[in-house]
């Protein structure tokens, strides 16, 4: 829990950075890339959070993993591994990629189905949300075949469950909880 409080703290302050230096875009795309590299990559990951292996080389990596990304988000990553806060870049990232989300009034949304959405599907559950939020919205699609069919749609701490499987389960509860004894 300190160490996310830490990696906000890091995060406004690379916000306050990009928006100063007009690069907020840029930055964000390569925080998305860090999440992802640190997420995916789970020697990265341990190298970066290792105590064994010296700041100075975990800069370097950081450089040379980072070396086409802008120059601030170079820069920045290299002083938090020379800092020895290389094991919070991947918590950092996700941080900032929140507050610029935040920012500019994008909620995430994750919506899981029993098959991949397509575009007319897309479009209404963005205006599904739009009834809900004003701002935009970044949508994430995951697809579970054991939903069987319909779709479960997650927005920031509301959920909808308009799932086949779920109105099975609900049908199954509500038929063996009956307290309906019939007179024989």
């Known amino acids: 829990m300190a160490s996310t409080a830490v990696a906000r703290r890091y995060g406004k302050s690379l ?15 390569d925080m998305r890339a860090l999440s992802r590299a640190v997420s995916e990559n789970r020697e990265l990951a341990a190298i970066l959070g290792s105590p064994v292996v010296r700041p100075e080389k975990k800069e370097a990596i950081v450089r040379a993993v980072f070396a086409e990304a802008h120059s601030l988000t170079v820069d920045f990553l290299a002083m938090l591994a020379r800092k020895g806060r290389a094991g919070l870049l991947g918590v950092m990232a996700q941080a900032f990629v929140a507050l610029v989300r935040e920012e500019r009034g994008i909620v995430l949304a994750e919506v899981v189905t029993a098959s991949p959405l397509d575009d007319a599907r897309r479009k209404e559950i963005n205006e599904l ?16 075949p054991a939903l069987i069919g319909g779709f479960k749609l997650r927005v920031g701490d509301r959920m909808i469950d308009a799932s086949v499987y779920q109105t099975l389960r609900s049908m199954h509860r509500n038929l063996t909880n009956n307290p309906y004894e019939p007179a024989y």
């Open 15 to 29: 916000l306050t950075l990009c928006k100063e230096q007009q690069a907020v875009d840029a930055v964000d795309r």
């Open 129 to 144: 949300i739009g009834k809900v939020h004003e701002g935009g919205v970044e949508l994430s699609e995951r697809v579970d």
